[in-house]
């Protein structure tokens, strides 16, 4: 994602012309809905970005993002004045167009198959995704370390973005960053440690990449 720069109501106005956009292509997909369709499946709970649960059924988990948000991702800041340093990472509201770019990116880095959907349209809408079932157990953070380094990622220092204690790791090579590593968000099973979720990011600033290089722990 990188930093997106921009003023709050200019935020304000891109994430309505988002969400109308959104809206009018989930109708003719046949994917707008009315209710929330967590509602009548089981083990609902709520969680950080998302209120999910459990479809038999499908062998899958329907996630529906909290009204009105559209989950949360990194964002740099910058100084105000000359030379611009960074002076921080830290979590924001995403946009319904980059909640969906982390969901893809997450596919494409870790091979899960996370999809959209579709809108709930509500007056606080919210956006609906489904991901396989995993079964495992929470990992530890040695689990988490260990898989994200054979995954060619470096960690980084404690970073005040997601679960208070939650891990960071950074890919130098692609220019990818992974943010709020916890055991909630990776799961263990009998091959391999999985990431389920996480602040995924493409850095593509080149301050912001080397802001992040800056903060490996070698």
């Not at 980059?98 to 899960?112: A, C, V």
């Not at 990992?139 to 260990?146: I, L, Q, R, V």
């Not at 996480?198 to 593509?204: A, D, H, V, Y």
Request: hydrophobic share 35%; charged share 25%.
């Amino acid at each position: 994602m990188g930093a997106t720069r921009r003023g709050g109501e200019s935020l304000h106005s891109i994430r309505a012309a988002e969400r109308a956009a959104l809206r009018e292509w989930a109708n003719g997909e046949g994917r707008l809905f009315g209710e929330d369709p967590t509602l009548s499946l089981s083990r609902r709970s709520s969680h950080g970005e998302h209120t999910v649960a459990f479809d038999s059924d499908g062998l899958c988990w329907w996630k529906i993002t909290h009204p009105g948000k559209a989950g949360v991702g990194a964002e740099f800041d910058f100084e105000p004045l000359p030379p611009f340093q960074i002076t921080r990472v830290f979590a924001r509201e995403l946009l319904p167009s980059e909640y969906i770019t982390r969901m893809i990116l997450h596919n494409q880095e870790f091979g899960d198959d996370v999809r959209f959907e579709g809108f709930l349209d509500q007056p606080e809408p919210s956006l609906i995704i489904s991901q396989p079932d995993i079964e495992g157990t929470p990992a530890t953070k040695e689990d988490m370390s260990h898989q994200m380094e054979a995954f060619g990622y470096q960690p980084l220092g404690i970073l005040p973005i997601g679960k208070a204690g939650s891990l960071s790791f950074y890919h130098p090579g692609r220019r990818i960053a992974l943010f709020d590593a916890h055991p909630g968000n990776f799961f263990r099973t009998t091959k391999l440690t999985i990431p389920i979720d996480g602040l995924i990011s493409e850095i593509t600033h080149q301050a912001e990449h080397e802001w992040l290089v800056k903060h490996l722990l070698f």
